[in-house]
Every structure is written in structure tokens, then in C-alpha cells.
């Protein structure tokens, strides 16, 4: 990997540069990353290892950003791009709402704390765990049909550095692994899905993270599942649907960008009640999960927020430009997919704090459906209308799991559906995934406990 | 710089192919009509792929450094696992001829010229008063690419493209409504005002949403919603039927939709978004015939998939940058016009969809979602926008229901359709 710190005065140079230029201010994020990818789908393995080396620079100009990036980071490549940067907003700043921003100053060194390093792990040892976690799942059961393991690890250096004086030099190392499993029995098909991910090293994979099986399993018993109903049900969700509730109902109404380009329901909603006492809702990336980071892609030290307390929103998640403009300051929410785009507000590790509920009082008395392994989510973050999909359900009568399901999607109304939310479990669990906005990737985890929820639409077949 | 990289591998162990892209792009975005940013990226990298014995290898780098990226490959290459059904990397064919995928007036255009063309687009959507921005944007981008592998394949192209996006919301009292679209194109043609007011209409439409009453219903899908609901589900990539996981396997020659319902893959469609000479691989682009009047004709190959059966790649492998190692995928994809010149007026009760974020599950072929963005059609009008209301169907029963092709047609990320009309689809609605 390139040793970026090595860079210091050729960043200090491209810094005084753009400011020479007429920046009112300027940041720089360098990122040097190693990352090995590995899949194998029915035993044919694809390795992908690589490198990336780029720099990213913002220039501020009365309203408007100018964003530039570049391969070449030696001191003439950072002091070009900086130009491009600084041209860019001037070439718009006139036709920009003028507003100022405050930019909070960080100088810290983070080191990666993690047991084993990638980077020094060879391509054969993690080749034998996927080939591991892809011998099991073939094993789990004779109907098994296809089998598909992914592997990911990433070493990231970045420095980020602003022309306040933020001096970031953060070291961030991310693994994952996931498991897409299919089963077959007659004409019908299955599949089932399970991941691992944290801000670990290759230590992560070795405390018999079975995630082959677990996917395998999951296939299998789908086999003998129906289609979801349709109609408005009591839902029950397990805590990976609860933590994908989080992100999705929640989470992205409460990004401060939404709520400055009046997209967001939240908007004006400060301190109101907006959902029941049971609901409290943390974003916190300082968390050893795997969308932790602990200072931003803006070089601001990250911390725990609480965005909801039973029910009272407390707060947005910001960036410098809305923590600026909304009079809230940063709280260390902005993230960039990779050097070559720029940073908005994002999540990062966001969940339901647990209640006080055991899972068998939660399901005690229950009729609805009950809600286990989320697939994917979306919403509108206008309107608040949201929808998530389960890999499994069950049909739920007085507390009893009748008919298995699958591909039952729930949908509700933000605003509506925060009310009533009315039971939430003991125990906590997190998942790790993967976040879209604006064309750009990031790892984030959700999290959540059991949770009960009245009306709730489930479209079905 | 690909014929450089080869040089550097034995030819006598491995296969190898390398590509290498060199792109320029910039952009503009609005807040609120006013100009929040503008960007420019200038990138060039290169991909290697090794083989060893059917073993694949990857590995990318920027061009400064395609040396160390060369020697990446290969160690990955020597690390995998024997495939003994890969046979070759593609050979050499001539490379027919593409239009339209390249204008020179896309390849002058300044940032400020963008930044006008996204004020232009913002303007064009405030039909009403009620109507406000949340965002407009404009992008272009040039690039060249170069393919070369160790069998002889050698392959240049380049492109160009603009696109346009504008979100918009209306508020009267306490309603609102939201409203948004979309346009890319190879050619420096697009229409502002036409995708101001598609928005503008949109968001004035989506006011006051309400659920309405459940079940079995005609669904009309916009050209926006029939790429995630029909095109997804056919489109199927031969690796997912060789390894028996899409609903799709094994009925090919079978009858899977109505006569009237044709979709094609054509890799060469003159100024469409994913035209190109040859594929990812360096095979020649075709026109495939997916389904043909109901018949499933194919499924997508590459070239590894292809030579498993023996048969001709249909040239869909693809790839999204140099990062990334060539997968399955469709280029530009065609369903054929009907006749009718309004496929909602004939439907007494039923939802027109505008937008679906769902997909179908590829295992069973079952589509169940929500409508982003839709409207109650009653008496062959669309009267009201929905509120948290689902859909559900197999699609392999939905291509057998489809009644009705509009005339008319539209694009949006490579797919040209027509509006489409299914006659008995499950509705679900807090209603």
C-alpha cells in the first residue's frame, strides 16, 4: 500500500493554492486502499485484488461547491486538481444561494485495531474459508442446488485535511462475507441469504462464522413455503427487519440534506412526538460495527447520536454545510463512496435500542404475520412511504406459527407507522449492508430488536 | 496500453485479456433552483484478467501502474481453484459498424453550459405555482475504452452521453405530491421543456394520495415500471439457467407470454445508451430475440457460458468501469409497440403504476411490491394518487394477462417500451 503520509506538504501546497485562487475554503481526502474480493459460485472461484490510490478536493465559494478528483497525488497532480476545483465553483458560485459555513477543526492519527490484518492474509486462506462455507451449504441438504459465496476485505488509509487546519490521518479496515444458497424440489426454487460484516480483519471469519449453512438452511425450509398474502395485518419482525425499519423509516428522513431541500417529513418536527414511547433510535458510527468510522469523510469526529427518545425526535443527522445552515453544527455524518465523489449526509450504524420485551411475551397472543431475514428496502423520503421485503414469514394465529411464507412485503407511512410500534424485545442484533443515495455506495449495519407493529399493508401474491 | 500489458504475461500458462477506459466527466446540480454544485472527473484506468487452468485472477489499476496490476492478476489467477468448463477467452471477428454513439457537440460542452441546462430542466417542471424544485441535475461524460486479449482480440470505442434529472414537489394546504424524471441520451437532443412537465405533471397528479379498495385488478405499467416488473424477468443471464436457479430454465421454445409480446436485445441499436461494437469480452454486439411473440427464444451468454453450450456468445458480457471484472447483462433492450393509442381508457377499475423500487424474485418468478408512484384508474381515467398500495403477481401468469400495448414508446436506462396493460393483478391497499 502507498504510505500516504509521506504527502503533508504536497496537501499543505494544494491547499494554499486553491485558497490562492479564491477558495473560501477547501478539503482534500487522499485515499490509499488494498482490497481482495472472492467468489465462488459452484466451486469456480473469481479472485479480484486491487488497489486504489486518489485524491478528492471540494472548494467552497459562497453557496457553491466545486469538486474535483484525481489518480496523480504527487504534489503537482493534488496542486492541478485543486485548480479544476476551484474553477468549478467559480464557474457557478454567482447563480448559488449564498450561506456560510462553520467547519469544526480535528487533528488525530486512528490506527486500525484489528487482530488479523488483511492485507497480510494470504489469498489461500481466504479462499479455503469461502470454499469451507460453500462445502457446508452443499451438505446442509441434498436439495441443494446451487451454491454462491462472496468474500470482501478492504484496507483503507485515507487523510483528510482542510484549509481550517483538520489534519485526519484514519485507517479503516472492513471485511464481509455473504451467502446466496439455492435449494430445489420438483419445478419449485429457493434461495436463502446470509452475511457477516464488521470493521474487523480476517479474525472475524475464524470463530465459526457459518454463514454457508445458516443460508442453506434457510433455502431449504423455504421449500415447503407459499407466497404472502395480501392485506393490512399485525406485524411481528424479527430484529434484522426491525434494524432495515430503522434505516428506512427512520433513518433517511432524518438526513439533514432531505430536510434543508424540503424532502423530508421530518422537516419543522424538532422535539414533537412522532412515534410511540417504545421507540428510541440511535445513529452511531463510533460503534465497532461495520459502518463505523471514527472521524467523517469532512474530517469531524464521529459520536453517538440518539435521533429519537420515546417518541420525541431529537435530532438530524448533519454534514458541515446542513449542520451549518441548519444552526445544528456538525455531527459527523458525512461519507463519500471513495475519493472520486463527495461527501453527503449518510447513516452509518443506526438501530433500535431494545426494550423490555422476551420474545415469547411478543409473540403471546398475537395474530398477524411474523416478519424473518430482511432482503432489501426502499422510501420516499417526500411522502414517507416505505416498503421492505422479508426472505421468510409466518402466518402468526394467537401466538401459534401456522403457514411458512415467503417474499412478503410490508409497507406503511412513516408518520403513521412510528406510532405504532408497540412492543420492543430485549435483545439487540445487527446486520451489516449496503446503502445507496445519490449513486453512491457505503457499508452501514442496522440493528433492532423483536418488535410488534399494528397496520401494516403486506402486498403479496 | 492493452497490447503493453499482454506483453507482460506469459502466453504459454495463461489466458489473459486487459481493458482499459479513459473518461472525462462533468456535472452540475441545483438545490432548490439555485446551483449547489458542479464536478469533473478525469479517469484512466485499466482491468487485467488472467486465467489459469479456468482459474480467474482480477486486478485494476490507473494506467501509471499497470505493471503491478499485471502481476495481481496473475498471483489471483494462481490462487484459484481449475475450472475445467472454461475453454477460451473470445477470438478475433470483424466488428460491425455502430451510429450515433458519439457527438462532438457533447465533447465542447463547459460547466456552465451544464449549469444552464439544469436551470432550463428546473424552470420547464414549474407549471403552477403549486409546483416547487427540490433538485435538478446534468451530467455528460466522454469516453474511449480498448480491449485486447492474448487470442488476437483487439478492439477500440468510444461514446458519449448527457443526462438530465429533475425532482420536483407540489404543496396546496396541507398536501403534497411528489414528482421526478429522467432522460440520458447519446446525442446532445434532449427535450428540457418535455422532461419539466412530465415532473411538473407528476407532482401536481400525486397530491392527496389514497389508498383504495383490494384485489384482483387491471394494472397499467408505465414504460418506468415495465423495466423492473417485465423486462428484469426475462431478461435472464445464461449462467443463472445453467445453474438451474431462474424460473426461467428450460423453457425455451415454450410459450411464456401472449402472442403480441416481443422483446428484443440489440447491442447495435443505432444512438442507443448501451451500443457499442463488441461486448465487455471483445465479442461482436448482436440483436438477440429474447422472446418472440410469446416464444422465450434466449437467455443472455457470454463467452464462457456460451462455449459450456457449445453455441455463439450473444456478446452481453458487460461491465460498468475498469474496476470491475466482465458479468452478464443486457444492452439495450426493445419491447415491440401495439396499436393502442390509449391503453388506460378501456379499464373501469384498475392502478396505473408509474414507478416500482421492486424486483421480481428470478428463483419463482413472483413479483410482489410497492407503488412508488401510481394513480386509481376509474373509468378510464386515472383519478387520485395511491397511497401504501402493493402489487402481486407470478410474472409468468402476468405475460400470459398482458391485453394492451400502447402504440407509443419510451427509453429510460436502455429499455424502449411501450405502456403495457395486464388484465387480473392482486392489488393490496390500506383501503
Not at chain 2, 146 to 166: F, H, R
Not at chain 2, 205 to 229: C, E, F, H, T, Y
Request: glycine content about 10%.
Amino acid at each position: 500500500m502507498q504510505e500516504l503520509s509521506e504527502n503533508r506538504a504536497d496537501i499543505e501546497d494544494a491547499l494554499s493554492k486553491a485558497r490562492e485562487r479564491g477558495a473560501q475554503f477547501t478539503d482534500i481526502r487522499l485515499e490509499s486502499s488494498e482490497d481482495t474480493s472472492i467468489s465462488t459460485k459452484d466451486g469456480i472461484t473469481k479472485i479480484n485484488s486491487s488497489n486504489e490510490l486518489g485524491a478528492g478536493i471540494r472548494v467552497f465559494l459562497e453557496g457553491a461547491w466545486g469538486f474535483a478528483y484525481t489518480t496523480s497525488v504527487d504534489r503537482q497532480g493534488l496542486a492541478n486538481c485543486a485548480e479544476r476545483a476551484v474553477s468549478l465553483a467559480k464557474a457557478v458560485y454567482e447563480r448559488a444561494e449564498n450561506f456560510s459555513i462553520d467547519v469544526p477543526v480535528f487533528e488525530d492519527t486512528v490506527k486500525a485495531t484489528v487482530q488479523r490484518l488483511p492485507t497480510k492474509v494470504s489469498i489461500a486462506d481466504k479462499l479455503n474459508y469461502v470454499l469451507c462455507q460453500e462445502q457446508e451449504a452443499k451438505e446442509t441438504d441434498e436439495r441443494i442446488s446451487s451454491t454462491e459465496i462472496g468474500y470482501n476485505d478492504v484496507v483503507l488509509h485515507k487523510i483528510i485535511a482542510n484549509s481550517e487546519g483538520t489534519y485526519i490521518d484514519e485507517t479503516v479496515v472492513r471485511s464481509i462475507a455473504r451467502a446466496m444458497i439455492f435449494a430445489k424440489e420438483g419445478a419449485l426454487r429457493q434461495s436463502g441469504y446470509k452475511a457477516k460484516g464488521d470493521s474487523k480483519g480476517f479474525e472475524l471469519f475464524l470463530d465459526g462464522a457459518d454463514i454457508g449453512r445458516i443460508a442453506a438452511s434457510q433455502a431449504v425450509s423455504l421449500l415447503d413455503s407459499k407466497p404472502a398474502p395480501s392485506g393490512q395485518f399485525e406485524a411481528l419482525l424479527d430484529p434484522s427487519l426491525s434494524g432495515v425499519f430503522a434505516h428506512e423509516a427512520f433513518g433517511h428522513a432524518s438526513e439533514a440534506d432531505a430536510i434543508i431541500s424540503g424532502t423530508s417529513i421530518l422537516e419543522g418536527k424538532l422535539t414533537q412526538k412522532i412515534g410511540s414511547d417504545a421507540v428510541t433510535i440511535v445513529d452511531d458510527p463510533s460503534l465497532q460495527s461495520y459502518g463505523y468510522m471514527a472521524y467523517d469523510d469532512e474530517g469531524v469526529q464521529t459520536r453517538r447520536k440518539v435521533l429519537m427518545v420515546h417518541g420525541i425526535l431529537q435530532t438530524y443527522l448533519t454534514d458541515v454545510e446542513t449542520g451549518s445552515r441548519l444552526g445544528l453544527g456538525s455531527n459527523g455524518s458525512a461519507r463519500a463512496q471513495r475519493y472520486d465523489t463527495p461527501p453527503i449526509v449518510r447513516m452509518s450504524n443506526t438501530f433500535f435500542e431494545p426494550g423490555d420485551y422476551t420474545f415469547e411475551e411478543l409473540l403471546d397472543g398475537f395474530s398477524g404475520i411474523y416478519f424473518v431475514g430482511w432482503q432489501y428496502g426502499y422510501t420516499t423520503p417526500t411522502t414517507g412511504m416505505l416498503t421492505f421485503k422479508s426472505r421468510e414469514a409466518y402466518v402468526v394465529e394467537r401466538g401459534e406459527l401456522c403457514n411458512h411464507l415467503r417474499d412478503a412485503a410490508l409497507s406503511a407511512m412513516t408518520l403513521e407507522v412510528l406510532h405504532n410500534i408497540s412492543a420492543v424485545g430485549q435483545t439487540l442484533a445487527f446486520d451489516p449492508g449496503t446503502c445507496g443515495k445519490g449513486g453512491q455506495m457505503t457499508p452501514n449495519t442496522t440493528g433492532g430488536a423483536y418488535m410488534r407493529v399494528s397496520d401494516v399493508v403486506v402486498g403479496g401474491m | 496500453m492493452c497490447i503493453r500489458a499482454l506483453a507482460l504475461i506469459d502466453k504459454s500458462i495463461y489466458q489473459a485479456e486487459a481493458f482499459a477506459t479513459h473518461s472525462n466527466s462533468i456535472s452540475a446540480e441545483l438545490e432548490k433552483g439555485h446551483i449547489k454544485s458542479s464536478q469533473s472527473g478525469f479517469e484512466r484506468g485499466i482491468g487485467i484478467r488472467v486465467f489459469k487452468d479456468g482459474s480467474m485472477g482480477y486486478a485494476h489499476a490507473s494506467l501509471e501502474r499497470v505493471e503491478f496490476a499485471v502481476e495481481k492478476a496473475i498471483s489471483a489467477a494462481r490462487a484459484g481453484s481449475p475450472d475445467k468448463d472454461f475453454k477460451s477467452l473470445s477470438i478475433p471477428e470483424s466488428y460491425p459498424t455502430v451510429t450515433g454513439t458519439w457527438d462532438h457537440s457533447i465533447a465542447s460542452l463547459d460547466v456552465a453550459t451544464l449549469a444552464q441546462l439544469a436551470i432550463d430542466v428546473a424552470d420547464a417542471s414549474r407549471i403552477d405555482k403549486r409546483v416547487n424544485i427540490i433538485n435538478s441535475g446534468a451530467s455528460v461524460g466522454l469516453w474511449s475504452g480498448a480491449i485486447a486479449n492474448t487470442l488476437g482480440v483487439v478492439g477500440t470505442d468510444s461514446g458519449t452521453q448527457v443526462a438530465l434529472d429533475v425532482d420536483v414537489i407540489a404543496h396546496e394546504g396541507g398536501a403534497s405530491g411528489n414528482g421526478f424524471e429522467y432522460a440520458a441520451s447519446r446525442r446532445f437532443d434532449l427535450d428540457t421543456e418535455l422532461i419539466g412537465l412530465v415532473a411538473g405533471e407528476m407532482a401536481l397528479g400525486s397530491m392527496n394520495p389514497r389508498p383504495i379498495q383490494s384485489g384482483k385488478m387491471p394494472v397499467v405499467l408505465d414504460p418506468l415500471a415495465v423495466g423492473p416488473v417485465i423486462a428484469a424477468a426475462v431478461t435472464v443471464s445464461a449462467e443463472d439457467a445453467q445453474r438451474d436457479r431462474s424460473f426461467l430454465t428450460g423453457k425455451i421454445s415454450e410459450q411464456i407470454a401472449v402472442n403480441g409480446f416481443t422483446i428484443v436485445d440489440d447491442g447495435l441499436l443505432s444512438g442507443g445508451l448501451e451500443t457499442s461494437p463488441f461486448d465487455a469480452e471483445g465479442v461482436p454486439s448482436q440483436r438477440t430475440p429474447l422472446v418472440e411473440n410469446g416464444v422465450l427464444r434466449s437467455y443472455l451468454y457470454d463467452s464462457y457460458t456460451a462455449n459450456k453450450e457449445g453455441r455463439k456468445s450473444t456478446g452481453n458480457a458487460s461491465r460498468g468501469d475498469f474496476r470491475q471484472p466482465p458479468s452478464i447483462s443486457p444492452t439495450n433492450l426493445i419491447i415491440t409497440n401495439g396499436t393502442e393509442t390509449d391503453v388506460i381508457e378501456e379499464v373501469r377499475r384498475g392502478i396505473y403504476v408509474r414507478a416500482t423500487g421492486d424486483r421480481p424474485n428470478m428463483s419463482t418468478g413472483e413479483f410482489s411490491g410497492m407503488v412508488y408512484a401510481g394513480y386509481a384508474i376509474e373509468d378510464g381515467e386515472c383519478k387520485h394518487a395511491l397511497k401504501q398500495t402493493n402489487i402481486g403477481i407470478n410474472v409468468l401468469d402476468l405475460l400470459k394477462q398482458i391485453d394492451g400495448l400502447s402504440q407509443d414508446v419510451t427509453t429510460y436506462f436502455g429499455l424502449t417500451t411501450p405502456t403495457i396493460r395486464a388484465t387480473d393483478v392482486s392489488v393490496a391497499s390500506s383501503g
